[in-house]
């Protein structure tokens, strides 16, 4: 079946250091969102990228849909303390009718 | 105040109860769907509904029903064949197209003791 895995699945950095996390799919995605997910919180829905080579900027946040439309990143300049929680790509099949969440990086920032 | 509401936030069962948890929006989306979290792994897709009386398996339906009468209710009921409930379940729903970006309710921890 559909998988979608993220790595790393923890990462610990210092105030003021970059973060990246990978997201990949065994299959072709339609599309990919990011949510992010704070500590007993809910998902908050981050971005959509729809096109292959995708590129989308948020102020310190950089998203790229690969060019296969298979995998995908969210890179974090300079983290700030308010940048903690867990950060999920999710998409949907391009063969079928199902949503898939990626298992998530938790991000920790040491101020 | 436009969002999604579940309740309650905590849920005790005994094994072998059937629960109902409760899911509400008043976005007007007509799109919702129904997750399960739980420790260490992604949302995973139990139910979703495109529209007013009509709802498709997700990934992980077995042990789970839910109905949708009202463009605004989605609840979900969590019943005895279902062989490992306790989990944090979350409500989304969207606007549009199915899988649009979607907005979550604060979600239901059920523990089933």
């Known amino acids: 079946g559909q998988q979608v895995m993220q790595i790393p699945q923890y990462q610990h950095v210092q105030e003021g250091e970059d973060f990246t996390t990978y997201c990949n799919s065994s299959?072709?995605?339609?599309?990919i969102q990011w949510y992010k997910q704070r500590p007993g919180g809910h998902p908050v829905f981050l971005i959509q990228l729809v096109k292959s080579g995708e590129v989308k900027k948020q102020k310190r946040l950089t998203f790229q849909f690969g060019e296969a439309k298979k995998n995908s990143s969210l890179h974090i300049t300079a983290t700030q303390t308010t940048d903690v929680g867990t950060y999920f790509c999710?998409?949907?099949?391009?063969?079928?009718?199902?949503?898939?969440f990626g298992t998530g990086t938790s991000l920790t920032v040491i101020p | 105040d436009g969002g999604i509401t579940q309740s309650p936030k905590y849920l005790f069962r005994k094994e072998g109860q059937n629960v109902t948890l409760s899911c509400e929006q008043n976005?007007?989306?007509?799109?919702m769907y129904w997750y399960r979290q739980d420790p260490g792994q992604g949302l995973r897709l139990i139910y979703y509904s495109q529209i007013v009386n009509d709802f498709q398996k997700g990934d992980i339906a077995e042990g789970y029903s839910v109905s949708r009468e009202k463009k605004e209710s989605f609840p979900l009921t969590v019943t005895s064949a279902q062989k490992n409930p306790t989990a944090f379940y979350l409500c989304?729903?969207?606007?549009?197209?199915?899988?649009?970006?979607?907005?979550f309710g604060p979600g239901t921890r059920l523990t089933v003791l």
């Open positions: 989304a729903s969207s606007i549009g197209n199915l899988y649009n970006e979607q907005f």
């Open positions: 976005l007007n989306h007509d799109a």
């Open positions: 999710a998409g949907d099949s391009n063969t079928g009718n199902q949503f898939y």
């Open positions: 299959t072709t995605l339609s599309n």
